[in-house]
């Protein structure tokens, strides 16, 4: 069974902090994704790692890909209070490609 | 999340009712994801349909839950005789084809009293 390990599971900081939140798996994936879910919505995809040892950044977020692609981490830089929400990572499994998700990790960035 | 259209978004029913969650993709697209996510949690796959076919419903409860993707109009999701423990947000999420972005709605919050 492929199992995806996030953590920290909450996560409270002051606004201009840095933060890096963790992506663990025993399994190799394919390819991997980070979500963002806000309160009462689904979530919105932020980014796609595919190559292992792989860097994308996206404005004050960095993904990086682990060289194995087992595992992940999103670091955000200068976190704003319009970071919060929840992120989750996952990976395509099972026979038919669907996502499996971690359990996520709640940020809160306080002003 | 525009395009893929949830309804209703918050659903209430006592035990031993029926829920009909609906699930409208995105134009164009004719596969579709079912899942489950209970509070604090991530996402579980319950089942995957193509337009009239269900391709693969193994993460879906063999009792009280069917799902369909009939030609014309949405996909449903249905749970007979619901308990409490069927509480939780449930997710479609549609795509063109594998290995293609899935796009998510943003839910139907199901309570059940």
């Known amino acids: 069974t492929q199992l995806l390990e996030q953590s920290p599971q909450f996560l409270s900081i002051q606004e201009g902090e840095n933060l890096t939140v963790y992506c663990n798996s025993s399994?190799?994936?394919?390819?991997l994704q980070w979500y963002r879910q806000e309160p009462g919505e689904g979530p919105v995809l932020l980014v796609t790692?595919?190559?292992?040892?792989e860097v994308k950044k996206l404005k004050r977020l960095t993904f990086q890909f682990g060289d194995a692609r087992k595992d992940s981490s999103l670091h955000i830089t200068a976190a704003q209070p319009g970071d919060t929400g929840l992120y989750l990572c996952?990976?395509?499994?099972?026979?038919?490609?669907?996502?499996?998700f971690g359990k996520g990790t709640k940020l809160s960035v306080k002003p | 999340n525009a395009g893929v259209m949830q309804n209703p978004r918050h659903l209430v029913r006592r035990r031993g009712q029926e829920a009909r969650l609906r699930c409208s993709p995105m134009?164009?697209?004719?596969?579709v994801y079912w899942y489950r996510q209970l509070p604090e949690e991530g996402l579980k796959f319950m089942v995957y349909?193509?337009?009239?076919?269900?391709?693969?419903e193994s993460g879906m409860p063999k009792e009280r839950f069917s799902a369909e993707f009939p030609k014309e109009g949405p996909s449903i999701l249905r749970i007979q005789q619901v308990v409490r423990g069927d509480s939780a947000a449930y997710f479609c999420?549609?795509?063109?084809?594998?290995?293609?972005?899935?796009?998510f709605g943003d839910g139907t919050r199901l309570s059940i009293l």
């Open positions: 996952a990976g395509r499994g099972g026979s038919q490609g669907n996502l499996i």
């Open positions: 399994s190799v994936f394919s390819s």
């Open positions: 790692v595919v190559t292992g040892g």
């Open positions: 134009k164009g697209h004719s596969h």
């Open positions: 349909l193509q337009k009239e076919n269900i391709i693969d």
């Open positions: 999420a549609s795509f063109q084809g594998l290995g293609q972005p899935q796009h």
